[in-house]
């Protein structure tokens, strides 16, 4: 089992937003970060450092952590952003990285 | 480009030992650390291996401590997961995956896969 918990599946509606969290002890110590899988396709990072945006991410894809919780938000979903969305981050020991189960996004 | 593509996966039997290799390109590679993440079918990821640029520090998931070495030859820009003693639940797709941010331990570039199937 996951160390970090997230919602097995979420749906929102195309150009609407929707949020996916991330909850686990470890997230008030150490950094989370994002991951969107489409399938066939190797993860991209999305969101770093809880709120941090690679270049080449679109600005709706946005990142906030407020204690244990950490959250991924999708502002004006695409239909190009339906994928299944990770969280990581690290451990109790620190040394190592745990992934959250997963969120399945859908969007209508 | 930056890139990384990964090699070596194949069917094995319950276990058997199989070798994958990693190659960057694009990037100056000793100056990242890296790590190994699998996917098994229809699963979500998970991490087994860690090393630092100069290959000094390395850890494991538990899963697969004793069983799996990790290291890295920086003057062929690889990197290598030694898996011995191979069992079914290791059959995933395997990644190699760089971290990206001096400030940071995200994962930012990550090679296609490479496909383990333990089975006899």
């Known amino acids: 089992s996951s160390d970090l918990t997230q919602e097995p599946a979420v749906s929102v509606a195309l150009g609407q937003t929707v949020r996916i969290t991330c909850q686990g002890d470890?997230?008030?110590?150490?950094?989370a970060s994002w991951y969107q899988q489409k399938p066939g396709q190797a993860p991209v990072l999305v969101i770093y450092?809880?709120?941090r945006r690679p270049s080449g991410i679109p600005d709706r894809f946005s990142g906030s952590k407020s204690g244990n919780t950490a959250s991924l938000i999708i502002t004006g979903a695409q239909a190009e952003d339906e994928a299944d969305y990770y969280c990581?981050?690290?451990?109790?020991?620190?040394?190592?990285?745990?992934f959250g189960g997963g969120t399945k996004v859908t969007v209508l | 480009e930056v890139q990384l593509v990964e090699s070596g996966g194949g069917l094995v039997q319950p276990g058997g030992s199989l070798r994958l290799s990693c190659v960057g390109s694009?990037?100056?590679?000793?100056?990242?650390?890296m790590n190994w993440v699998r996917q098994a079918p229809g699963k979500g990821l998970e991490w087994i291996s860690f090393?630092?640029?100069?290959?000094?520090?390395?850890s494991y998931a538990d899963s697969v401590k004793g069983r799996f070495t990790l290291s890295r030859d920086n003057a062929k820009n690889s990197l290598y997961l030694q898996m011995s003693s191979l069992r079914a639940e290791d059959t995933a797709l395997y990644y190699c995956?760089?971290?990206?941010?001096?400030?940071?331990?995200?994962?930012?570039?990550w090679g296609q896969g490479v496909m383990v199937a333990v089975s006899s």
């Open positions: 694009g990037f100056t590679f000793d100056n990242y650390e």
């Open positions: 090393i630092s640029n100069g290959g000094v520090t390395i």
């Open positions: 995956a760089r971290v990206g941010y001096s400030d940071s331990d995200a994962f930012d570039v």
């Open positions: 470890t997230l008030r110590d150490y950094y």
């Open positions: 450092n809880n709120n």
């Open positions: 990581k981050s690290r451990d109790s020991s620190g040394y190592h990285v745990v």
